[in-house]
């Protein structure tokens, strides 16, 4: 069974400082993503990576950066946390085939910024 | 761009009674569309999944889910409701223009199964 560990269920974090959330997949898959969930906006796509040091953009990247240093490990880091960026961020994975394989899900981080 | 479009943010049923949480698509292209459940403090997991083998397709839980081209839908259903199945669910479309294969989820719909 695919394993994706997020690093932290909750976090606290000021206005203004830099946050990192981290994420490791146990199954050796390509494909990783970082999405955040707010109520009744579902889950939007923040970044995602499809190799080591490859990243892409997804469709809300502002405030945030991410790394992917080594195949098993996507970080997703706020250079200057928001309070607007309080959330639930979930990492997720893919394998196989792209498109048509599903996305492996962590038990998400709920970030809170005060 | 692909996008899924869930019908109802709220469903509440009785136990046993029929379950259907509703998803249309849009997309230029034969879409690949997926299941996805979340109960509370988890992240999601997969229910089912279409990728252009057989219209209706069955998934985890007594779950399954009709691919109508023509309505561009992929509705959800269950016979029977159980409490247990009290979550948060999300309707996928997964782009096929990346290798990645990014997904683009609809805004969820909560179900409630009362007693």
């Known amino acids: 069974d695919v394993k994706v560990t997020q690093s932290s269920r909750y976090l606290v974090k000021r206005t203004g400082e830099k946050v990192f959330l981290e994420c490791v997949q146990d199954?050796?898959?390509?494909?990783m993503f970082w999405y955040r969930q707010d109520p009744g906006l579902g889950l939007r796509l923040i970044y995602f990576s499809y190799d080591v040091k490859m990243k892409e953009k997804g469709d809300i990247p502002e405030g945030y950066s991410v790394s992917r240093e080594k195949k098993e490990r996507f970080s997703l880091i706020l250079e200057s946390a928001s309070t607007n960026q309080t959330s639930m961020y979930l990492c997720a994975s893919r394998g196989g085939t792209g498109p048509t394989s599903p996305l492996h899900f962590g038990n998400g981080t709920r970030l809170t910024v005060t | 761009a692909q996008s899924v479009t869930q019908l109802g943010s709220h469903v509440s049923v009785s136990e046993g009674a029929l379950v259907l949480l509703r998803c249309n698509y849009s997309s230029s292209v034969p879409p690949y569309l997926f299941w996805y459940v979340q109960y509370p403090n988890q992240g999601l997991q997969l229910l089912l999944k279409?990728?252009?083998?057989?219209?209706l397709v069955k998934g985890i839980n007594g779950f399954e889910a009709e691919f109508k081209k023509s309505e561009t839908s992929f509705h959800l259903t269950k016979p029977s409701a159980h409490m247990s199945d009290a979550a948060e669910y999300f309707c996928a479309v997964s782009d096929q223009d990346t290798n990645a294969g990014k997904s683009t989820f609809g805004d969820g719909t909560t179900l409630t199964v009362k007693p």
């Open positions: 279409y990728t252009s083998a057989a219209t």
């Open positions: 199954m050796d898959h390509e494909n």
